[in-house]
């Protein structure tokens, strides 16, 4: 079955840089786009960035745009989310997302970041 | 300020049928699919129905979708205790540079 196993999240500083994974198995890694997918503590769900199957394509919320970037491996079956300039309302869990139609489809258990001083 | 419009709550009684409603414009509902998610209390989401309603494997028949125009219904027949969740709908917009917009979420409550 489909699995998503996201890693990397903690506390971090104002400022500061963090870098999640996400490592999927149970289907073509390589045939999907991935998105990454936050919520805030008690809040709603809010789309970061996606990209595309073969990395070639990228977009990005504006809330990021220019602090965070996403990428992939495929060789490695594993998506990454590099998290710059991190601000307090950066704080949120992170999900990964397999794309189904043209939105998030299955989605991991999620990493807890949390950006304070 | 949600780009998607959900009602903050619904509710219904064991065995009824509820509707959850999600308005949108023609950049995102009115020009791409819907996807409707369920997320049960400290749980990650969870995808109930994409491309407006299709149901992934596992999910019962009585969760189904539908959309017209710019606007997207999800509809759960009889209802039941474990239903009580929070549900977001999302659709692709393609203004500006393209990106995924949420719904702010409709918390269903089973009385």
């Known amino acids: 079955q489909v699995q998503l196993v996201e890693s990397g999240g903690g506390v971090v500083q104002p400022g500061r840089s963090l870098r999640l994974s996400c490592t999927v198995s149970?289907?073509?890694?390589?045939?999907?786009?991935l998105h990454w997918v936050r919520q805030a503590p008690g809040k709603g769900l809010e789309w970061v960035a996606v990209i595309s199957y073969d990395g070639s394509d990228k977009s990005y919320a504006d809330s990021v745009k220019g602090r965070f970037t996403i990428s992939r491996d495929n060789s490695r079956n594993t998506l990454f989310l590099q998290m710059n300039s991190l601000r307090a309302d950066d704080t949120a869990v992170y999900y990964c997302?397999?794309?189904?139609?043209?939105?998030?489809?299955?989605w991991g258990q999620g990493t807890l970041v949390t950006v304070s001083s | 300020q949600s780009v998607l419009t959900q009602p903050p709550s619904a509710s219904g009684t064991p065995g009824q049928r509820v509707a959850i409603s999600c308005s949108g414009s023609?950049?995102?509902?009115?020009?791409?699919?819907v996807n409707w998610y369920q997320q049960l209390p400290g749980t990650a989401p969870k995808l109930l129905i994409f491309s407006n309603n299709l149901r992934p494997s596992g999910v019962p028949e009585r969760f189904s979708g539908s959309k017209s125009g710019t606007s997207a219904s999800l509809a759960i027949s009889g209802l039941q205790s474990e239903d009580e969740a929070d549900y977001y709908c999302a659709a692709w917009d393609d203004s500006l540079t393209g990106h995924v917009v949420f719904g702010g979420g409709t918390k269903l409550t089973v009385l």
């Open positions: 149970g289907f073509t890694f390589s045939s999907y786009s």
């Open positions: 997302t397999r794309e189904r139609g043209s939105c998030p489809g299955e």
């Open positions: 023609s950049s995102n509902i009115g020009s791409d699919t």
